[in-house]
């Protein structure tokens, strides 16, 4: 994909999220809040694509994959007014039919539609399906990483300066009750990533976001995790007893194994 191409899908995302924009201050601020996640995704999702010395073209094409991966999310808002796939309906796949009912992808070559297609489809997935590979598990992985990084850098924002236009990261209809699922802790010792089944309460959906740093694949995004300390601010917010701790060490160990010397910072 070249620069051109990529300017005309931005253009075009552009108008389309405007056309959400809304007088009703807890819509647009809905709007925004993943107007602005996309933005930032598709930075993150090019400092990862040149850390791994990707091409121009191909950096282009990981761009235009964030660009398009929370699509679905400005039409889900406004119809259910949640960002809960379980509530409503999942995101990347009501993304995928605004993108065909729109035709947005029409003028690229039929390779690149479809490597977008897959990477957005897969990008909320648990698990990525074992028969993905070649550029298509390429895509899905910067994605997944980029997005991942985000929604961590958004959390923690949340959690050390609370407003109320980022409580959806967390879940806004999650009880703030102290308590959290042992099932959560047992995933994390054992270097699993959790289910959103198991999620019940606030401090469930914190642990659940820890998994997420055994889901990451590339050691750009390893290393932003261990240097902007999502381990230790995510910990704090959660009760002090010795399993949390245990939980912490754990997930620490895991960064430190993985993350070059010099680029690990708990």
Not at 211 to 224: K, V
């Amino acid at each position: 994909m070249d620069q051109v191409q990529l300017k005309v899908l931005q253009d075009w995302f552009n108008g389309y999220v405007r056309g959400y924009y809304s007088d009703d201050p807890e819509l647009q601020a809905g709007v925004r809040l993943k107007e602005e996640h996309t933005l930032r995704v598709c930075r993150q999702i090019v400092r990862i694509g040149r850390s791994l010395q990707l091409t121009a073209e191909d950096l282009h094409l990981a761009e235009a994959v964030a660009l398009f991966h929370d699509l679905g999310r400005f039409e889900q808002y406004t119809q259910y007014r949640t960002f809960n796939d379980r509530r409503s309906e999942d995101h990347a796949l009501l993304g995928l039919r605004e993108l065909e009912r729109a035709g947005a992808l029409r003028d690229l070559p039929e390779p690149e539609q479809g490597l977008i297609r897959t990477a957005v489809a897969h990008h909320n997935a648990r698990d990525l399906p074992g028969t993905l590979q070649g550029r298509e598990l390429l895509f899905s992985r910067l994605i997944r990483d980029a997005d991942k990084l985000d929604i961590l850098d958004m959390t923690v924002e949340f959690l050390t300066n609370p407003r109320e236009t980022l409580r959806p990261v967390l879940g806004p209809d999650l009880p703030d009750t102290g308590e959290y699922a042992p099932v959560l802790v047992e995933n994390l010792l054992q270097q699993k990533k959790c289910s959103y089944d198991d999620v019940k309460t606030l401090n469930d959906r914190k642990l659940l976001l820890l998994s997420w740093l055994y889901d990451l694949n590339f050691p750009y995004a390893l290393a932003e995790a261990a240097g902007k300390g999502y381990i230790r601010k995510i910990i704090e917010t959660l009760p002090d007893t010795e399993i949390i701790r245990s939980v912490a060490c754990c997930l620490q160990q895991y960064l430190k194994d993985r993350v070059p010397p010099g680029e690990y910072q708990p």
